[in-house]
């Protein structure tokens, strides 16, 4: 008889050989008695390599100490539920680039029309009046607003006096502060509210032409505004 040295380790046969897979530590075989219970998210099976493993885990088991078929029956459901958790996410990730996609065809026919988005941006074509709103938190007796042009100089100022707490409309017709007509571009407004000597800035809301639409990105849905760049979709107050 050939004696066996101690100090050397018998080498077990890898039941996982036929699917790909190298034996995982310890003595590799399934619950029930034989061990640890095999992960097979942190080995990476498929479902097919699952069964596979399955198998194999019957055709080499201890026969004096077989496979709890409770433990067999659960590996199968949890399969069965990884499978349609991974279903149903492969649907949802469908639907999602399905409605992104309308909704992208959707808004293209968006092109041309004006929408209103929070910005101190306006845009004078040097005909038409221009519409915007200051926003306030809260009443002031006094709110100003001032048009600056690209350089940063002052245009002219549009004084709205006392308002209510909301949206404050005013038009500006595109003259300086001497009454003359100035060039078309991109202007800038600077609203205030002034009460007991203390001076708030206050938010804008402008109107500008939609000239065009992006898709993806952090932003999902984006318009191109004219004379205030790109813009997230949930951004946009109203259209018309």
Do not use: C, E
């Not at 007796?141 to 690209?150: L, P, Y």
């Amino acid at each position: 008889m050939t004696a066996i040295d101690p100090g050397v380790t018998a080498t077990q046969p890898n039941p996982f050989a036929n699917i790909g897979l190298t034996q995982p530590a310890g003595n590799g075989t399934a619950a029930g008695g034989n061990g640890a219970a095999l992960d097979s998210a942190s080995l990476g099976l498929t479902g097919a390599n699952f069964m596979n493993l399955l198998l194999a885990q019957v055709k080499n088991q201890d026969p004096m100490n077989p496979m709890d078929s409770t433990a067999f029956l659960g590996q199968l459901a949890q399969l069965s539920t990884v499978s349609g958790i991974q279903q149903l996410n492969d649907g949802f990730s469908s639907l999602s680039a399905s409605l992104t996609s309308n909704q992208a065809l959707q808004a293209a026919n968006l092109v041309g029309h004006q929408a209103q988005t929070t910005s101190p941006s306006l845009q004078w074509d040097g005909t038409t009046p221009v519409t915007a709103q200051a926003v306030l938190p809260i009443a002031s007796g006094n709110v100003q607003v001032a048009v600056m042009d690209a350089a940063g100089q002052f245009v002219t100022g549009i004084a709205l006096g006392s308002q209510p707490a909301g949206n404050a409309s005013f038009t500006w017709d595109g003259t300086n502060a001497d009454g003359n007509k100035v060039a078309p571009g991109t202007y800038t407004l600077v609203a205030t509210a002034t009460d007991n000597n203390t001076t708030t800035a206050l938010q804008t809301l402008t109107n500008a032409t939609i000239t065009g639409v992006g898709l993806g990105g952090v932003n999902g849905l984006t318009l191109d505004l004219a004379g205030v760049g790109t813009v997230p979709f949930n951004d946009v107050k109203s259209i018309r």
